[in-house]
Structures are given as structure tokens and as C-alpha cells.
């Protein structure tokens, strides 16, 4: 049962740079979304999705991008990376809010932008 | 917006003791459900606890229970019998049961001393 992966889980971008981090679950999720973690600030999100091309914006959505063509994926594009954007991110799933389902988190991608 | 708000950057606590980490969230709607996750050194976000609101009784879950004061806006995660393995980080959430998105307060970094 993998749950919620994500790759690349390291990796260093020079300023100026786009990357997509992947994301895919296997639980059959509804919502998705993509927070990163800074220290001293908790988790804040970034966008997020309640299906198949629904998606969303959060908390911090600038300089990110992102689509749902399928239930399963998530990508999160950073379009032109910038030293701010260095962060952990994780990507989490669960059933339709409503319920109060919990949130499946992955393991997480270390971004480093010089 | 919902608001999380966790008052104590850090904590430490005896092995074997009990240590008990506070959290405080601020909002306007009846229905909603409140979390606490973990994160160890690992990076992996763990869920410890879960409460529902429409609830009156207490979380629990082992050695993890939570005081939960709904007037007050309240949701204290209290550790009994600490051991080595509950170092970490632990982040307390709020979801709406109207909303999709899960908010965070900043974290709490626990120290368990031997």
C-alpha cells in the first residue's frame, strides 16, 4: 500500500529555474493539495483540488502552479524558482471535506533554490 | 480565516513523565474537527489524535489524550508516560467541516530527556 508518494524527495534549483514536483496517491482520494513547511510558520497551502479539474488556491499560491487530470495525480510546477520558494513540501490526500477525514501526507521534498 | 495557534515554540519532558502541549484556534463556525499530528526527525507527518467538535468526550488514543474546551477554543495534547520516541514535532490542525483546506499552527518541539 504505498498511500501518498512524492518525487523528486531532494532537490537543488538555481533562481530562474521551473521544476515539477510529482504527486500520486493510490487510496482513491478526492482532495488533494500541496503545503510547504517553513520553520517557525507550520504548514501552509499552497493550492489544492476536490477532484479531477478542480483546483484551487490556498494560503500562499504565488509562483506556483498546478492541475488534476486525474483522481490519482497532483503536480505542483514552480514556474520560475526563486530563493524564497526554498522549502519542504508535502503533498496530502484525503476524502471530501465534511467528513473530517484526516489528511495522508507524503513524505515530503526538500527544495533548495540558490 | 481560521486560525491555529500553538504558544510554546518548544517543551521537554522526563521519560516517563507527562508533559502536556497547548494549542489554541479561533473561529466562527459549530462544526469542525481538530488534529494533532507528529512529525519526527524522519519528516513524516503522523496523525496521534483526532476530535470532533459535536463531541463532548475527550480524544484518546493510548498514552495520547486531549483536553478539548470548546467555549474556550481550546485543544490541549497532553502525553502520558513520555518515552524517547515521542521527540518530535508536533503540529495542531483544524478542519471546518464546510471547507476543504486543514490549517496549522506553528508546531511545538518536544525534547524527551532520559
Known amino acids: 500500500n504505498a498511500g501518498v508518494t512524492q518525487t523528486p524527495k531532494f532537490q537543488v534549483l538555481k533562481t530562474g529555474q521551473s521544476m515539477t514536483l510529482q504527486c500520486a496517491q493510490d487510496m482513491n482520494h478526492e482532495y488533494m493539495s500541496w503545503y510547504r513547511q517553513d520553520p517557525g510558520m507550520g504548514l501552509r497551502l499552497i493550492h489544492y483540488?476536490?477532484?479531477?479539474?478542480?483546483?484551487d488556491q490556498g494560503e500562499v499560491p504565488n509562483g506556483y502552479n498546478v492541475s488534476r487530470s486525474t483522481t490519482e495525480d497532483f503536480p505542483l510546477r514552480l514556474l520560475s524558482a526563486a530563493p524564497s520558494q526554498t522549502s519542504v513540501y508535502f503533498c496530502a490526500s484525503s476524502y471530501t471535506s465534511g467528513i473530517g477525514g484526516e489528511l495522508f501526507f507524503g513524505e515530503g521534498s526538500r527544495l533548495t533554490v540558490l | 480565516a481560521q486560525t491555529v495557534t500553538q504558544s510554546q515554540p518548544e517543551m521537554s519532558v522526563q521519560e516517563a513523565e507527562t508533559v502536556t502541549l497547548s494549542c489554541t484556534y479561533d473561529?466562527?463556525?459549530?462544526?469542525?474537527?481538530l488534529f494533532w499530528y507528529k512529525q519526527p526527525p524522519s519528516r513524516q507527518m503522523i496523525l496521534v489524535i483526532r476530535?470532533?467538535?459535536?463531541?463532548?468526550q475527550n480524544a484518546t488514543e493510548n498514552r495520547f489524550s486531549v483536553n478539548f474546551q470548546k467555549a474556550a477554543k481550546s485543544f490541549s495534547l497532553k502525553i502520558s508516560d513520555s518515552q524517547l520516541g515521542d521527540a518530535a514535532m508536533y503540529f495542531c490542525a483544524y478542519r471546518s467541516a464546510f471547507q476543504s483546506d486543514m490549517r496549522f499552527g506553528a508546531g511545538t518541539r518536544l525534547t524527551v530527556k532520559p
Open positions: 476530535q470532533e467538535a459535536y463531541k463532548q
Open positions: 483540488s476536490v477532484g479531477a479539474g478542480i483546483t
Open positions: 473561529t466562527s463556525e459549530s462544526d469542525y474537527y
